[in-house]
Protein backbone atom coordinates (compact mmCIF):
# COMPACT_ATOMS: atom_id res chain seq x y z
CA UNK A 1 0.00 0.00 0.00
CA UNK A 2 1.41 3.34 -0.91
CA UNK A 3 0.18 6.35 0.75
CA UNK A 4 0.94 9.78 0.93
CA UNK A 5 0.64 12.37 3.35
CA UNK A 6 0.00 15.96 2.62
CA UNK A 7 1.24 18.74 5.48
CA UNK A 8 4.32 19.57 6.82
CA UNK A 9 4.28 19.83 10.60
CA UNK A 10 3.76 17.93 13.77
CA UNK A 11 0.32 16.79 13.24
CA UNK A 12 1.68 15.56 9.80
CA UNK A 13 4.74 13.54 11.61
CA UNK A 14 2.42 11.69 14.25
CA UNK A 15 -0.31 10.55 11.62
CA UNK A 16 2.89 9.63 9.56
CA UNK A 17 4.55 7.57 12.43
CA UNK A 18 0.97 6.17 13.20
CA UNK A 19 0.32 5.18 9.77
CA UNK A 20 4.03 3.70 9.59
CA UNK A 21 3.28 1.41 12.37
CA UNK A 22 0.21 -0.68 10.82
CA UNK A 23 0.40 -3.84 10.67
CA UNK A 24 -0.19 -3.45 7.09
CA UNK A 25 3.26 -2.07 6.62
CA UNK A 26 2.51 1.14 4.48
CA UNK A 27 5.06 2.56 1.61
CA UNK A 28 4.63 6.21 3.07
CA UNK A 29 5.57 9.31 0.96
CA UNK A 30 5.01 13.33 1.96
CA UNK A 31 4.53 16.04 0.28
CA UNK A 32 5.67 19.17 1.07
CA UNK A 33 6.88 17.54 4.33
CA UNK A 34 9.82 18.25 6.37
CA UNK A 35 13.20 17.22 7.89
CA UNK A 36 11.75 15.27 10.51
CA UNK A 37 8.90 13.56 8.49
CA UNK A 38 11.15 12.62 5.91
CA UNK A 39 12.76 10.31 8.84
CA UNK A 40 10.16 7.72 8.14
CA UNK A 41 8.38 9.19 4.71
CA UNK A 42 9.83 9.23 1.14
CA UNK A 43 9.63 12.73 -0.15
CA UNK A 44 7.03 13.57 -3.15
CA UNK A 45 9.55 15.64 -5.72
CA UNK A 46 6.88 17.80 -6.90
CA UNK A 47 7.13 21.83 -6.84
CA UNK A 48 3.62 22.49 -7.44
CA UNK A 49 -0.21 21.47 -6.79
CA UNK A 50 -0.65 20.26 -10.06
CA UNK A 51 2.64 18.37 -9.55
CA UNK A 52 1.98 16.40 -6.47
CA UNK A 53 -1.14 15.15 -8.40
CA UNK A 54 0.61 14.13 -11.19
CA UNK A 55 3.60 12.27 -9.60
CA UNK A 56 0.75 10.31 -7.04
CA UNK A 57 -0.94 9.04 -10.41
CA UNK A 58 2.22 8.42 -12.14
CA UNK A 59 3.33 6.20 -9.07
CA UNK A 60 0.20 4.89 -8.46
CA UNK A 61 -0.04 5.75 -5.06
CA UNK A 62 -3.13 3.85 -3.17
CA UNK A 63 -4.60 6.68 -0.75
CA UNK A 64 -3.91 10.60 -0.16
CA UNK A 65 -4.59 11.59 3.55
CA UNK A 66 -5.05 15.01 4.13
CA UNK A 67 -3.54 16.73 7.04
CA UNK A 68 -3.37 20.18 6.78
CA UNK A 69 -6.74 22.25 5.81
CA UNK A 70 -5.26 24.10 3.64
CA UNK A 71 -4.97 21.85 0.69
CA UNK A 72 -8.69 20.95 1.11
CA UNK A 73 -9.62 24.20 -0.30
CA UNK A 74 -7.03 24.78 -2.50
CA UNK A 75 -7.59 25.60 -6.37
CA UNK A 76 -9.99 23.00 -7.05
CA UNK A 77 -9.66 21.24 -3.66
CA UNK A 78 -7.70 18.12 -2.71
CA UNK A 79 -10.00 15.44 -2.21
CA UNK A 80 -11.76 16.75 -5.70
CA UNK A 81 -8.94 16.41 -7.58
CA UNK A 82 -7.99 12.85 -6.31
CA UNK A 83 -11.70 11.76 -7.21
CA UNK A 84 -11.23 12.73 -11.05
CA UNK A 85 -8.22 11.16 -11.03
CA UNK A 86 -9.05 7.54 -9.48
CA UNK A 87 -6.89 8.47 -6.05
CA UNK A 88 -9.27 7.42 -2.74
CA UNK A 89 -8.56 10.79 -0.62
CA UNK A 90 -8.76 10.53 3.28
CA UNK A 91 -10.26 14.38 3.72
CA UNK A 92 -13.38 16.19 2.46
CA UNK A 93 -14.40 17.43 -0.64
CA UNK A 94 -13.97 21.09 -1.09
CA UNK A 95 -17.67 22.05 -0.64
CA UNK A 96 -17.71 20.07 2.51
CA UNK A 97 -14.22 21.69 4.00
CA UNK A 98 -16.14 24.97 4.26
CA UNK A 99 -17.17 23.78 7.51
CA UNK A 100 -14.26 25.30 8.32
CA UNK A 101 -13.02 27.32 5.69
CA UNK A 102 -16.13 29.68 6.59
CA UNK A 103 -16.68 30.32 9.98
CA UNK A 104 -19.74 31.99 8.62
CA UNK A 105 -20.66 28.52 6.57
CA UNK A 106 -19.93 26.56 9.66
CA UNK A 107 -22.73 28.75 11.91
CA UNK A 108 -25.29 28.86 9.12
CA UNK A 109 -25.69 24.97 8.81
CA UNK A 110 -25.69 24.49 13.04
CA UNK A 111 -28.29 26.84 13.06
CA UNK A 112 -29.78 25.24 9.80
CA UNK A 113 -29.78 21.75 11.77
CA UNK A 114 -30.49 22.55 15.18
CA UNK A 115 -26.94 21.88 16.02
CA UNK A 116 -26.40 23.78 19.63
CA UNK A 117 -23.97 26.83 19.24
CA UNK A 118 -23.39 29.96 20.26
CA UNK A 119 -25.30 32.69 18.19
CA UNK A 120 -23.78 35.28 16.28
CA UNK A 121 -23.79 37.94 13.79
CA UNK A 122 -21.77 38.11 10.46
CA UNK A 123 -20.13 41.68 9.59
CA UNK A 124 -18.52 42.86 6.51
CA UNK A 125 -16.68 45.97 7.99
CA UNK A 126 -15.19 47.80 11.11
CA UNK A 127 -17.97 49.78 12.07
CA UNK A 128 -20.57 47.08 11.69
CA UNK A 129 -18.60 44.52 14.02
CA UNK A 130 -18.34 47.73 16.62
CA UNK A 131 -22.64 47.68 16.35
CA UNK A 132 -23.01 44.20 16.15
CA UNK A 133 -21.12 44.09 19.49
CA UNK A 134 -23.28 46.63 20.98
CA UNK A 135 -20.86 46.96 24.39
CA UNK A 136 -21.58 43.60 25.28
CA UNK A 137 -18.39 42.20 27.01
CA UNK A 138 -16.51 39.67 26.98
CA UNK A 139 -17.39 38.82 22.91
CA UNK A 140 -16.04 36.58 20.39
CA UNK A 141 -14.57 37.64 17.00
CA UNK A 142 -13.95 34.90 14.16
CA UNK A 143 -12.46 35.52 10.56
CA UNK A 144 -14.70 34.16 8.35
CA UNK A 145 -11.76 32.24 6.83
CA UNK A 146 -8.72 30.46 7.35
CA UNK A 147 -6.26 31.56 9.75
CA UNK A 148 -3.65 28.76 10.95
CA UNK A 149 -5.58 28.75 14.08
CA UNK A 150 -5.24 32.65 15.16
CA UNK A 151 -8.55 33.75 13.65
CA UNK A 152 -10.27 34.22 16.54
CA UNK A 153 -10.20 36.82 19.16
CA UNK A 154 -11.94 36.27 23.13
CA UNK A 155 -12.19 40.14 23.88
CA UNK A 156 -12.78 41.20 27.41
CA UNK A 157 -13.07 44.86 26.32
CA UNK A 158 -13.55 47.55 24.49
CA UNK A 159 -9.86 47.77 23.98
CA UNK A 160 -9.38 44.45 22.96
CA UNK A 161 -12.22 43.97 20.91
CA UNK A 162 -10.86 47.25 18.63
CA UNK A 163 -7.51 46.25 18.50
CA UNK A 164 -8.43 42.78 17.02
CA UNK A 165 -10.80 44.27 14.42
CA UNK A 166 -8.14 46.87 13.61
CA UNK A 167 -5.83 43.60 12.58
CA UNK A 168 -8.58 42.49 10.41
CA UNK A 169 -10.14 44.57 8.55
CA UNK A 170 -7.56 47.59 8.83
CA UNK A 171 -4.15 45.67 8.72
CA UNK A 172 -6.04 42.75 6.58
CA UNK A 173 -3.93 40.34 9.03
CA UNK A 174 -5.37 37.50 7.35
CA UNK A 175 -6.57 38.71 3.87
CA UNK A 176 -9.75 39.79 3.00
CA UNK A 177 -13.02 38.37 4.37
CA UNK A 178 -16.19 38.51 6.82
CA UNK A 179 -16.11 38.68 10.13
CA UNK A 180 -18.48 36.73 13.03
CA UNK A 181 -19.55 38.23 16.07
CA UNK A 182 -20.35 35.47 18.42
CA UNK A 183 -21.37 34.85 22.05
CA UNK A 184 -19.58 34.59 24.62
CA UNK A 185 -19.76 31.35 25.90
CA UNK A 186 -18.71 29.38 29.38
CA UNK A 187 -17.44 26.28 30.63
CA UNK A 188 -14.38 23.72 29.87
CA UNK A 189 -13.64 22.83 26.46
CA UNK A 190 -13.55 19.75 25.10
CA UNK A 191 -12.10 18.02 21.72
CA UNK A 192 -14.21 15.57 20.02
CA UNK A 193 -12.88 13.93 16.59
CA UNK A 194 -15.12 11.78 14.16
CA UNK A 195 -13.76 9.45 11.47
CA UNK A 196 -16.47 10.33 9.06
CA UNK A 197 -17.33 7.94 6.40
CA UNK A 198 -20.64 8.99 4.36
CA UNK A 199 -23.37 8.26 6.94
CA UNK A 200 -21.27 6.55 9.06
CA UNK A 201 -19.15 8.10 12.64
CA UNK A 202 -16.78 6.39 14.81
CA UNK A 203 -15.80 8.74 17.77
CA UNK A 204 -12.25 9.17 18.41
CA UNK A 205 -10.46 9.35 21.81
CA UNK A 206 -11.82 12.77 23.42
CA UNK A 207 -8.54 15.80 23.79
CA UNK A 208 -8.62 19.27 25.73
CA UNK A 209 -6.30 21.48 24.03
CA UNK A 210 -4.76 25.02 25.46
CA UNK A 211 -4.75 27.84 23.20
CA UNK A 212 -3.60 30.72 25.04
CA UNK A 213 0.38 31.23 25.00
CA UNK A 214 0.92 31.66 29.02
CA UNK A 215 -0.43 29.70 32.01
CA UNK A 216 -3.07 30.41 33.44
CA UNK A 217 -4.85 30.50 30.22
CA UNK A 218 -3.67 33.96 30.48
CA UNK A 219 -1.75 35.86 27.01
CA UNK A 220 -2.76 35.97 23.21
CA UNK A 221 -4.55 33.17 21.61
CA UNK A 222 -2.45 30.84 19.83
CA UNK A 223 -2.40 27.93 17.31
CA UNK A 224 -2.02 25.40 20.48
CA UNK A 225 0.24 25.22 23.17
CA UNK A 226 -0.48 22.01 24.38
CA UNK A 227 -2.84 19.08 25.13
CA UNK A 228 -4.18 16.48 26.66
CA UNK A 229 -5.91 13.16 25.43
CA UNK A 230 -8.19 10.04 27.27
CA UNK A 231 -10.87 8.41 26.78
CA UNK A 232 -11.53 9.03 29.99
CA UNK A 233 -11.39 12.74 29.32
CA UNK A 234 -15.10 12.77 29.24
CA UNK A 235 -17.76 10.78 31.01
CA UNK A 236 -19.80 8.15 29.62
CA UNK A 237 -22.91 10.25 30.20
CA UNK A 238 -21.55 13.34 28.35
CA UNK A 239 -20.19 11.44 24.93
CA UNK A 240 -23.54 10.27 24.83
CA UNK A 241 -24.87 13.56 24.78
CA UNK A 242 -22.40 15.34 22.61
CA UNK A 243 -22.67 12.10 20.16
CA UNK A 244 -27.11 12.63 20.38
CA UNK A 245 -26.92 15.92 20.10
CA UNK A 246 -24.34 16.96 18.18
CA UNK A 247 -22.13 14.28 15.88
CA UNK A 248 -25.09 12.04 14.68
CA UNK A 249 -26.94 15.56 13.64
CA UNK A 250 -24.09 17.14 11.86
CA UNK A 251 -23.44 13.75 10.21
CA UNK A 252 -26.88 13.73 8.76
CA UNK A 253 -26.79 17.29 8.16
CA UNK A 254 -23.77 16.81 5.88
CA UNK A 255 -25.84 13.95 4.27
CA UNK A 256 -28.87 16.08 3.74
CA UNK A 257 -27.01 19.19 2.63
CA UNK A 258 -25.58 16.85 -0.35
CA UNK A 259 -22.40 17.36 1.27
CA UNK A 260 -19.90 14.38 1.13
CA UNK A 261 -17.17 13.80 3.67
CA UNK A 262 -14.92 11.17 4.13
CA UNK A 263 -12.16 11.82 6.07
CA UNK A 264 -11.12 13.46 10.22
CA UNK A 265 -13.93 15.86 11.61
CA UNK A 266 -13.07 17.63 14.48
CA UNK A 267 -15.47 19.19 16.87
CA UNK A 268 -14.40 22.02 19.21
CA UNK A 269 -17.20 22.39 22.52
CA UNK A 270 -17.83 24.09 24.79
CA UNK A 271 -19.51 22.08 27.98
CA UNK A 272 -21.63 25.01 29.06
CA UNK A 273 -24.04 24.79 31.71
CA UNK A 274 -27.07 24.27 28.99
CA UNK A 275 -24.87 21.66 27.40
CA UNK A 276 -22.52 21.15 25.16
CA UNK A 277 -22.56 23.63 22.35
CA UNK A 278 -20.12 23.62 19.29
CA UNK A 279 -17.41 26.33 19.07
CA UNK A 280 -15.95 25.42 15.56
CA UNK A 281 -15.91 22.70 13.13
CA UNK A 282 -12.09 21.61 11.66
CA UNK A 283 -11.81 19.06 8.99
CA UNK A 284 -8.80 17.48 9.68
CA UNK A 285 -7.39 15.97 12.55
CA UNK A 286 -6.82 18.79 15.55
CA UNK A 287 -3.11 20.40 15.98
CA UNK A 288 -1.75 20.24 18.62
CA UNK A 289 -4.79 17.30 19.96
CA UNK A 290 -3.37 14.90 17.31
CA UNK A 291 0.22 14.72 18.88
CA UNK A 292 -1.97 13.64 21.98
CA UNK A 293 -4.43 11.14 20.32
CA UNK A 294 -2.01 9.76 17.84
CA UNK A 295 -0.40 7.84 20.37
CA UNK A 296 -2.98 6.01 22.14
CA UNK A 297 -4.41 4.66 18.87
CA UNK A 298 -4.05 0.69 18.56
CA UNK A 299 -4.58 -0.92 15.46
CA UNK A 300 -4.20 -0.28 11.55
CA UNK A 301 -5.07 3.10 10.71
CA UNK A 302 -3.43 2.71 7.34
CA UNK A 303 -6.21 -0.05 6.21
CA UNK A 304 -8.74 2.07 8.13
CA UNK A 305 -8.35 5.41 6.36
CA UNK A 306 -7.52 3.57 3.04
CA UNK A 307 -10.97 1.44 3.77
CA UNK A 308 -12.85 5.11 4.42
CA UNK A 309 -11.85 6.97 1.95
CA UNK A 310 -13.55 4.22 -0.30
CA UNK A 311 -16.53 4.22 1.12
CA UNK A 312 -16.21 0.95 3.38
CA UNK A 313 -16.61 1.84 7.24
CA UNK A 314 -14.47 -0.30 9.18
CA UNK A 315 -14.19 0.56 12.65
CA UNK A 316 -13.15 -2.57 13.95
CA UNK A 317 -9.39 -2.00 12.42
CA UNK A 318 -8.80 0.54 15.29
CA UNK A 319 -8.94 0.90 18.81
CA UNK A 320 -7.76 3.20 21.74
CA UNK A 321 -5.80 2.47 24.61
CA UNK A 322 -7.22 3.56 27.91
CA UNK A 323 -4.48 5.50 29.58
CA UNK A 324 -4.10 9.09 29.26
CA UNK A 325 -1.63 11.41 27.15
CA UNK A 326 0.04 14.47 27.51
CA UNK A 327 1.35 17.15 24.67
CA UNK A 328 3.48 19.85 25.61
CA UNK A 329 4.43 22.36 22.73
CA UNK A 330 7.89 24.59 22.58
CA UNK A 331 7.15 27.43 20.94
CA UNK A 332 9.73 30.09 19.37
CA UNK A 333 10.47 33.64 20.69
CA UNK A 334 7.75 36.16 19.45
CA UNK A 335 4.80 33.55 18.65
CA UNK A 336 2.14 34.11 18.50
CA UNK A 337 2.80 37.55 17.08
CA UNK A 338 5.87 36.16 15.05
CA UNK A 339 8.13 33.54 15.15
CA UNK A 340 12.17 33.06 15.40
CA UNK A 341 13.88 30.80 13.27
CA UNK A 342 17.74 29.33 13.47
CA UNK A 343 17.92 29.16 17.17
CA UNK A 344 19.79 25.69 18.08
CA UNK A 345 17.71 23.32 19.66
CA UNK A 346 19.28 21.50 22.81
CA UNK A 347 18.53 18.85 24.96
CA UNK A 348 16.78 16.47 22.22
CA UNK A 349 19.25 13.41 22.60
CA UNK A 350 18.10 13.55 26.77
CA UNK A 351 14.91 13.41 26.03
CA UNK A 352 12.96 10.24 27.41
CA UNK A 353 9.19 11.19 25.43
CA UNK A 354 7.64 11.66 22.00
CA UNK A 355 9.41 14.00 19.97
CA UNK A 356 7.49 15.71 17.17
CA UNK A 357 8.61 18.37 15.10
CA UNK A 358 6.12 21.27 14.20
CA UNK A 359 8.65 23.98 13.26
CA UNK A 360 12.18 22.76 12.75
CA UNK A 361 15.44 21.78 10.19
CA UNK A 362 18.25 20.14 10.13
CA UNK A 363 21.51 21.53 9.85
CA UNK A 364 25.26 20.59 10.41
CA UNK A 365 25.26 21.83 13.83
CA UNK A 366 21.77 20.16 14.42
CA UNK A 367 18.29 20.96 14.70
CA UNK A 368 17.24 24.66 14.64
CA UNK A 369 13.74 26.15 14.90
CA UNK A 370 12.06 27.16 11.79
CA UNK A 371 8.72 28.43 12.88
CA UNK A 372 6.16 29.82 15.56
CA UNK A 373 5.22 25.88 17.21
CA UNK A 374 8.77 24.14 16.92
CA UNK A 375 8.16 20.95 18.94
CA UNK A 376 5.53 18.87 20.62
CA UNK A 377 6.75 16.63 23.17
CA UNK A 378 4.36 13.85 24.09
CA UNK A 379 4.30 11.36 26.72
CA UNK A 380 1.39 8.39 28.24
CA UNK A 381 0.57 7.24 31.18
CA UNK A 382 -1.84 4.61 33.01
CA UNK A 383 -2.93 8.16 34.72
CA UNK A 384 -3.30 11.24 34.03
CA UNK A 385 -0.75 12.24 36.87
CA UNK A 386 1.38 9.65 35.48
CA UNK A 387 1.24 11.20 32.27
CA UNK A 388 1.91 14.93 32.79
CA UNK A 389 4.11 14.52 35.07
CA UNK A 390 6.43 12.90 32.70
CA UNK A 391 5.34 15.05 30.07
CA UNK A 392 6.55 18.44 32.31
CA UNK A 393 9.60 16.54 33.21
CA UNK A 394 11.06 15.72 29.66
CA UNK A 395 9.67 18.95 27.93
CA UNK A 396 11.88 20.45 30.70
CA UNK A 397 15.08 18.75 29.46
CA UNK A 398 14.55 20.37 25.70
CA UNK A 399 15.59 24.46 25.29
CA UNK A 400 16.72 27.16 22.87
CA UNK A 401 16.87 30.35 22.91
CA UNK A 402 13.40 32.63 23.54
CA UNK A 403 12.02 29.20 23.90
CA UNK A 404 7.81 29.44 25.68
CA UNK A 405 6.43 26.32 26.90
CA UNK A 406 3.32 26.44 29.51
CA UNK A 407 3.70 24.80 32.59
CA UNK A 408 0.09 23.68 33.42
CA UNK A 409 -0.66 22.22 30.17
CA UNK A 410 -3.26 18.80 31.86
CA UNK A 411 -3.16 20.55 35.14
CA UNK A 412 -5.42 23.59 34.30
CA UNK A 413 -8.96 22.96 33.90
CA UNK A 414 -8.98 19.23 34.71
Not at 95 to 100: G, H, I, K, R, T
Not at 231 to 244: C, F, K, S
Request: include cysteine; charged fraction near 25%; aromatic fraction near 8%.
Amino acid sequence: MKIAVIGKGGREQALVETLAGSPSKPELYTFPGSDAIRQTAKQIPADSFDGLMQWMVDNKIDLCVAGEESYLVKEEGLANRCATLGIPCWGPRKESAQLEASKEFAKDFLLRHDIPTGMAKAVADYDEAIAAIGGQYPTVLKFDGLAAGKGVAVCPDAAAAEEFLREVFIDKRFGPGRLLVEEFLTGPEISIFGAICDEHYLILCPARDYKRLCDGDEGPNTGGMGAVASRQLATPEVLRTIEERIVAPTVAGLQKDGLPYRGFLYFGLMLTPQGPKVIEYNCRFGDPECEAVMPLLRGDLASFCLAGAKGEFKPELISFDEGWSVCCILASAGYPASSHSGDLIRGLEDCGARVFHCGTKKTEAGWQTAGGRVLAIVAQGATLDEARTKAHEEAAKVDFDGAQRRSDIAYKNM
